[in-house]
């Protein structure tokens, strides 16, 4: 559950910068969260792992196959992009 199934957001690396300039590694997590979108092309409830700030951009583009349907293919993990093929076949069939 470390990575976005959508956008592909996974963890970053880094470093903590104390007062006097020392540095220590450490790591960037993505909020990622468990989340159960309703596909209306599809017709079924898609469960995913997704980011907080991918579920804000889901909600505001329309729900998951507009969000999908309107997205770059570059801009898309492996997961969202096989959620777009099916979108896209089901809609043009």
Known sequence: ???????????????????????THRTFKPNVQKVTFTSDALGCSISLDVAARTLRTVQKKGGLDAYLLKTDDKDLAEEGLRLKRRVAKTLRA
């Open 1 to 23: 559950m470390g990575q976005c199934a959508l956008t592909g957001k996974k963890v970053q690396f880094g470093n903590n910068v104390s007062h006097s300039k020392r540095r």
